[in-house]
């Protein structure tokens, strides 16, 4: 079946640090949705992607799509303490495909 | 305005039994979704309405499983002769459309003992 691979699996990065999550699917996509769970919590949505190579910003977040629509990811530059939680991609194969997640730890 | 409301946000029950769970989507959003998460893993999919018909139900792990939707708001996951491996978190989303940006609930932890 459709399948969304996302790694690493976990992430600990001293507060300051870069962290990156990348989502891969052997097959080409309509569009990807990032979301953030924050421990306890439900996801929340962060971002679309379309378009073929698409970059969007927020802040210090960095969405891109991959030129073939397969893969994407998500930066975040100089993490705080506050960007703790899973993030997750799901993949729009006609209904939406979540990823495992990457769980981000930030040590103050 | 009002998020996406779930009720119960806690069910405990017993292999064997039935439940049923309530999804109150953001008024005017015509797609809903139900997802199942487990511990450690990201939502699964479950079923997607779009106003009252379901648009695709293939994520129902058996026949089990049923959701209705009735006049395309509430909708109803529900869930006959629970066993254990049903218990997680049921959680619903609600979007402006099929494919846009999707508000969850809060879930609900269902425990089959």
């Known amino acids: 079946g459709q399948q969304v691979m996302q790694i690493p699996q976990y992430q600990h990065v001293q507060e300051g640090e870069d962290f990156t999550t990348y989502c891969n699917s052997s097959?080409?996509?309509?569009?990807i949705q990032w979301y953030k769970q924050r421990p306890g919590g439900h996801p929340v949505f962060l971002i679309q992607?379309?378009?073929?190579?698409e970059v969007k910003k927020q802040k210090r977040l960095t969405f891109q799509f991959g030129e073939a629509k397969k893969n994407s990811s998500l930066h975040i530059t100089a993490t705080q303490t506050t960007d703790v939680g899973t993030y997750f991609c799901?993949?729009?194969?006609?209904?939406?495909?979540f990823g495992s997640g990457t769980k981000l730890n930030v040590k103050p | 305005g009002a998020g996406v409301s779930q009720t119960p946000s806690n069910k405990v029950t017993e292999k064997g039994k039935y439940v049923e769970l309530r999804c109150d989507p953001i008024s005017g959003h015509t797609a809903l979704y139900w997802y199942r998460q487990s511990l450690g893993q990201g939502p699964e999919f479950l079923i997607y309405?779009?106003?009252?018909?379901?648009?695709?139900d293939s994520g129902l792990p058996n026949d089990r499983f049923f959701a209705v939707r009735p006049e395309g708001s509430v909708s109803t996951l529900k869930i006959q002769r629970t066993e254990r491996g049903d218990s997680a978190v049921y959680l619903c989303a609600s979007s402006f459309g099929g494919r846009n940006e999707q508000f969850f609930g809060p879930g609900t932890r269902l425990t089959v003992l």
């Open positions: 992607l379309v378009k073929s190579g």
């Open positions: 097959t080409t996509l309509s569009n």
């Open positions: 799901a993949a729009d194969f006609n209904k939406f495909y």
């Open positions: 309405f779009q106003g009252t018909g379901a648009a695709d």
